[in-house]
Structure formats: C-alpha cells, structure tokens
Antibody, heavy 119, light 107 residues
C-alpha cells in the first residue's frame, strides 16, 4: 500500500499562494488518482481535486479558478497550488490516492498538514 | 454537485450494540460510494468501497449496503475502537462530495 506524506509551509499570508507537495513511497504512480482534500477546523471533508497518472485533472468548481494540481513522476510527487488564499482556506490539507480498482474511494492518505492563513 | 446527506449527525451507543448510519445522495450514484472512519487528529481510513466491498484489513463487523440514492453503514457489535466520526463519499461524478459526518459516541 502506498504511503503519502504532505510537506509545505504551515502559515501563509492572505492573498498569497499556498503550495503543498505530497511524496509517494512504497507504490507506483500508475493506475492511481492523486487527490487533495481539506478539512476546516471542526468541520467536514472537502474534496479539492485530483490528477490522474496520465496527467489529466479534475477540480472542485468552488475552487477551480484558484487551484492547480500537478504530478511529477520523476520525483514520485504531486502538488497543490491554491492562489489568493483567505482565512476560510485555513484547514488541514490531506493528500490521498485512489487506485482505479477502488472506484474512486481513497485507500491511502497522508497524515495531513495544518495550513493557517494569517498575516 | 451531488449532495450527500448523512443521518443521524450523531449517535450514542454502548459497546456491543449494533449501529446503522444512513447516507442519501441527491441523485443516483449507482454503487459509487465509500465509507470512512476518522478519529480525532487523524486522517480518514477507508472502510468500504463500491457501497459494500470491505477494504482489506477492515473487521467484518463493518458492512455496507445500498445503491442508487440510499446507502447504509452497519457496525454489528461495537468495539471501543469504533467510537469515531464516519463519512460517506460519492465518486460517481466530479466533484467528489462527502457527507457531513456522523459522530459515534459512547453512551
């Protein structure tokens, strides 16, 4: 089973760009969707988007204008860029993987990283 | 977007009880449904995919059923480690969406 680890800054200033990276180990990039999900403090889960191993992407329309998810197969990493952040973007951000056999269910998750938007 | 509605929002139960959580989709999603368990400060863990398929390593006291718009997660005999928050997720269409969660508490 793949293992995932998020990395990136824990504090981002309003209007700046949040950049997170997820490193994949013990598994293959192939035949998987690579996703980002976030959870605001005390709230539920929000799907941000994903990238397929082929490079195609899908985004939540509520964030689409500000989000880019990309894959770097040479480094076994995928990344999230969220532009023009504001307070409501404060959340724990998770990366996750979904093998095509799981029909969209996410079988492996990173531990999550808290990102706070504040000046 | 497809809306996922879970009920109840919270439930209190005792060790050994049977508990059922319901998830309703705002439109038909076939069996493109997953269930997750989340404990405080931890990432969600996948329990069930394709509405009724148990993920490897998940105890058999967990079971899922349903198709279309109505789904259930059942826990046949609650164990102390089962007290957590449970989420459903549809993957029938993008954006994938989650239910609001059901908190399972010890009575």
């Amino acid at each position: 089973q793949v293992q995932l680890q998020e990395s990136g800054p824990g504090l981002v200033k309003p209007s700046e760009t949040l950049i997170l990276t997820c490193t994949v180990s013990l598994g293959s990039i192939s035949n998987n969707y690579w996703s980002w999900i976030r959870q605001s403090p005390g709230k539920g889960l929000e799907w941000i988007g994903n990238v397929y191993f082929s490079g195609s992407t899908n985004y939540n329309p509520s964030l689409k204008s500000r989000v880019t998810i990309s894959l770097d197969t040479s480094k076994n990493q995928f990344s999230l860029k969220l532009r023009s952040v504001t307070g409501p973007d404060t959340a724990v951000y998770y990366c996750a993987s979904s093998h095509t056999l799981l029909r969209g269910a996410m079988g492996s998750w990173g531990q999550g990283t808290l990102v706070t938007v504040s000046s | 977007d497809i809306q996922m509605t879970q009920s109840p929002s919270s439930v209190s139960a005792s060790v050994g009880d049977r508990v059922t959580i319901t998830c309703r989709a705002s439109q038909g999603i076939g069996t493109w449904l997953a269930w997750y368990q989340q404990k405080p400060g931890k990432a969600p863990d996948l329990l069930i995919f394709s509405a009724s398929t148990l993920q490897s390593g998940v105890p058999s006291r967990f079971s899922g059923s349903g198709s279309g718009t109505q789904f259930t997660l059942s826990i046949s005999s609650l164990q102390p480690e089962d007290f957590a928050t449970y989420y459903c997720q549809q993957s029938s269409s993008f954006p994938n969406t989650f239910g609001q969660g059901t908190r399972l508490e010890i009575k």
